[in-house]
C-alpha cells in the first residue's frame, strides 16, 4: 500500500515521476526510508514480478489511466461514466453464466 501512497504523493508535483528526486521526496512525505527504496529498486528485487503484471495488463487492454481491471482479465480504460461499469458487469455476469451453464452440462 506504501506504493499507492507514494504514487498519490507524486503525481501531486508538478514534475517528471521518472525521476528519483521526485520519486524519493514522494517516498519520505508518505514515511518510507528513500535510500531504502531506491535501493530495493535499484537491487532489481521486484523487476521480474512489476515485468509480469506489465505484460499481464497490456494482454487484458491496459492502455492508459486509469485502468479499471476486473476479474484479472476484464479492463476498463479510461475515466467511464456509471453507464459503463453497470453494462461492462453486466456483460462480464453472462459469460460466467454461460461458461458455468456449458460447463455443468458437459460434466
Do not use: C
Not at 6 to 31: F, M, N, Y
Not at 62 to 90: C, H, M, W
Amino acid at each position: 500500500m506504501a506504493w499507492i501512497s507514494i504514487h498519490q504523493t507524486a503525481s501531486t508535483i508538478p514534475a517528471s515521476i521518472s525521476k528519483w528526486d521526485i520519486l524519493r521526496s514522494a517516498a519520505e512525505e508518505v514515511g518510507l526510508d528513500a535510500d531504502d527504496m531506491q535501493s530495493v529498486v535499484d537491487g532489481g528485487k521486484y523487476t521480474a514480478e512489476v515485468a509480469g503484471q506489465v505484460q499481464q495488463a497490456y494482454q487484458i487492454g491496459v492502455s492508459g489511466v486509469p485502468t479499471y481491471v476486473i476479474n484479472d482479465r476484464y479492463a476498463i480504460v479510461g475515466a467511464q461514466p456509471y453507464e459503463a461499469f453497470k453494462n461492462a458487469l453486466a456483460q462480464i455476469a453472462k459469460r460466467t453464466l454461460r461458461a458455468e451453464r456449458s460447463r455443468s452440462v458437459g460434466a
